[in-house]
């Protein structure tokens, strides 16, 4: 059964995706149309590629995910703490080529290399310019900054929706007039772009996977210092556009997988770990599936 998908970021809890296309792969649905932000632009991007969960899953398995974390200079000549020195002035802890260039090594196995290397509309991906204010849809957007959304590379799409503000360097995207923008992580404005669908409504259902707990009302962020305001500040950000859109009656096709003791940018993550978010998405999606009513 085809059926269009939009997976939320969550940097590395984004493995539980893979037991959940695992759990829809056995269902037999296939994905017709994918959105993503973030890790859930990787995800989108390898499954729009053709890969299976099997395949994800072994190529995440030979994968040590600090090879991503590719220092800046600043951040290499400012020990510890002082790293954060760097950055001011590199804009981010780390660059983020490391896991572009793996990203296309694996787009490209599969014959993927611009947008136009994939059906029409089968992939979109979240990203914000911090430069002009404005969320980007990729590959659409595009064509406002006079750039063929077709000739785009899809991974150097996913990089720019992965670009999380201060731990990945910003991406440099030059309109045809040579005025470049810096573009972050989509998270920032959408984490969960279910609503891209909504204009583009079709007859297939539509089904979200989050990596969070179901919402509850009672649930309040306790802000006690300046670290605390900005982590509210920024979860505020990611939420409050994409709430309204679930609240709004679309909560009954989102999967919440409900994990809260793995943090995004924990990359030092074990083969057990691993193993736990993988099986924790297979078996939240099993078990919803079993409700679905589409």
């Known amino acids: 059964m085809l059926i269009d998908g939009v997976f939320a970021g969550g940097g590395v809890k984004a493995f539980a995706f893979i037991g959940a296309l695992q759990a829809m792969e056995e269902k037999n649905f296939t994905f017709s149309r994918i959105a993503g932000t973030?890790?859930?632009a990787i995800m989108?991007?390898?499954?729009?590629?053709?890969y299976t969960s099997k395949e994800i899953r072994e190529m995440f398995d030979?994968?040590?995910?600090?090879?991503?974390?590719?220092?800046t200079a600043w951040a290499k000549t400012f020990p510890h703490l002082l790293k954060w020195v760097g950055v001011y002035f590199g804009l981010g802890l780390y660059k983020g080529n490391k896991l572009e260039e793996w990203l296309a090594n694996k787009l490209e196995a599969k014959g993927v290399r611009t947008f136009g290397d994939l059906p029409n509309d089968q992939l979109r991906v979240v990203a914000a310019d911090i430069s002009k204010s404005r969320m980007l849809v990729l590959p659409d957007d595009l064509e406002?900054?006079?750039?063929?959304?077709?000739?785009?590379?899809?991974?150097?799409?996913v990089r720019m929706s992965c670009s999380l503000p201060f731990f990945f360097q910003p991406v440099r995207l030059f309109d045809k007039g040579g005025t470049s923008s810096l573009v972050v992580d989509g998270g920032i404005l959408s984490n969960f772009p279910m609503w891209l669908f909504r204009k583009h409504r079709s007859k297939r259902p539509l089904l979200g996977f989050q990596l969070n707990p179901e919402p509850a009302d009672h649930d309040k962020n306790?802000?006690?210092?300046?670290?605390?305001?900005y982590g509210s500040i920024f979860e505020t950000m990611q939420k409050?556009?994409?709430?309204?859109?679930?609240?709004?009656?679309?909560?009954?096709?989102?999967?919440f997988i409900p994990i809260e003791t793995v943090r995004t940018t924990s990359f030092s993550l074990t083969d057990e770990d691993r193993e736990k978010l993988v099986t924790l998405g297979y078996e939240t999606t099993k078990q919803y599936l079993k409700t679905w009513s589409r």
């Not at 406002?144 to 799409?157: C, E, K, L, T």
């Not at 409050?240 to 999967?255: C, K, L, M, Q, T």
């Open 44 to 50: 989108g991007s390898l499954m729009a590629a053709g």
């Open 240 to 255: 409050s556009h994409d709430s309204r859109y679930i609240d709004s009656g679309h909560e009954n096709n989102v999967v």
């Open 38 to 40: 973030s890790a859930g």
């Open 144 to 157: 406002h900054y006079g750039i063929i959304p077709d000739s785009f590379p899809v991974a150097r799409a």
């Open 222 to 229: 306790s802000i006690t210092n300046a670290l605390e305001l």
């Open 62 to 71: 030979e994968v040590e995910l600090k090879m991503f974390l590719d220092p």
